[in-house]
């Protein structure tokens, strides 16, 4: 079963940074579409970022651009969401998902309909 797995979530203050680690066990990241959600509780599942292989330089909505960057390693296989300036209405359940076929593209935006495969997601908290 193609299913990421995620890491280094925890808890951070106000300001601070955090990097999530997407890892892939069978199968070849480097190949597929890579997005990053989160969801907090009573809300709908987001995406803080997604990057596929037809776009490079990724896709971020408002509320995280600028903020937020996904990067790859495709020797590691593994693909990382650094998060920096965290804000207090960042955090959730973060999930790495992928997709052989999404291609992506601004009409498309990084929405969780396009991913086929999902870890099981990892907490984030920001708090004082």
């Known amino acids: 079963q193609m299913q990421p797995v995620e890491s280094g979530g925890g808890l951070a203050q106000p300001g601070e940074s955090l990097t999530l680690t997407c890892e892939a066990s069978g199968f070849t990241l480097e190949n597929f579409a890579i997005g990053w959600f989160r969801q907090a509780p009573g809300k709908e599942r987001e995406g803080v970022g997604c990057?596929?292989?037809?776009?490079?330089?990724?896709y971020y909505p408002d509320s995280v651009k600028g903020r937020f960057t996904i990067s790859k390693d495709n020797l590691r296989n593994v693909v990382y969401l650094r998060m920096s300036s965290l804000k207090p209405e960042d955090p959730g359940r973060y999930y790495c998902?992928?997709?052989?076929?999404?291609?992506?593209?601004?009409?498309?935006?990084?929405?969780?309909?396009?991913?086929?495969?999902w870890g099981q997601g990892i907490q984030v908290t920001v708090s004082t």
């Open positions: 998902a992928t997709d052989p076929n999404f291609l992506g593209g601004p009409d498309y935006g990084c929405s969780p309909v396009y991913f086929s495969w």
């Open positions: 990057i596929t292989n037809k776009y490079n330089s990724g």
